[in-house]
């Protein structure tokens, strides 16, 4: 394996051994109680993001993406899960207001825990990792470029949650294959 490929694996697990799994087994909880989950990221956490919620929707999770036009009106009951690794984005600002004013509980995922949009959430899952806030000059730390260890790691979490909402929820492999789509 090349020196790049090792380097990259190494960065990923060191992020990931950094999460707390108390707040991943809570943000599991409120997914799990969840009426409803509306999920926001933009860019390539957004990619992330919507791979989760492809998962949680074969977990039979009533699951929704921000710009769908499928997305219901959130309100009590309700789950908005945002990630915003920078820990400040307008349009996280924005409609992390509309769900709160709806009622709807807000988690957030997060490198930067005291950024603005996670001071706004109910509950906050940190990822210890490089994103686009601190890459550059003597904060850029990762071999990978600009965002991309956060949004590695992002990927793990997001299986790991898989995982551990598969046996909250009482799912198991077959359940989830059988919600997968047919119609490609």
């Known amino acids: 394996m ?8 190494d960065e990923l697990a060191g992020a990931v051994s950094g999460i707390d799994d108390a707040q991943v087994d809570e943000a ?6 969840a009426r409803h989950i509306c999920t926001y990221a933009g860019g390539r956490e957004g990619l992330q993001l919507k791979g989760f919620a ?18 219901p ?5 309700d789950v ?29 995922v997060t490198a930067q825990p005291s950024g603005r949009v996670p001071a706004l959430a109910d509950h906050v899952l940190t990822i210890p990792a490089q994103t686009m806030a601190d890459d550059q000059g003597a904060n850029a730390s990762s071999v990978l470029p600009m965002g991309s260890l956060f949004e590695g790691a992002l990927f793990v979490l997001f ?4 995982l551990k909402l598969k046996t909250l929820l009482g799912e198991s492999s077959e359940t989830m294959r059988a919600r997968h789509t047919n119609m490609e």
Not at 159 to 162: C, G, N, Q, S
């Open 2 to 9: 090349s020196d790049l490929y090792r380097s990259a694996i």
């Open 28 to 33: 599991c909880r409120l997914v799990a109680n």
């Open 54 to 71: 492809m998962r949680l929707f074969h977990l039979g999770r009533s699951v929704s993406v921000v710009g769908d036009m499928t997305v």
């Open 73 to 77: 009106a959130l309100g009590e009951g």
């Open 80 to 108: 908005f899960l945002v990630v915003c690794g920078p820990g400040e984005i307008s349009t996280s600002l924005a409609l992390i207001g509309v769900a709160k004013a709806a009622g709807a509980k807000v988690v957030v």
């Open 159 to 162: 299986e790991v949650m898989v």
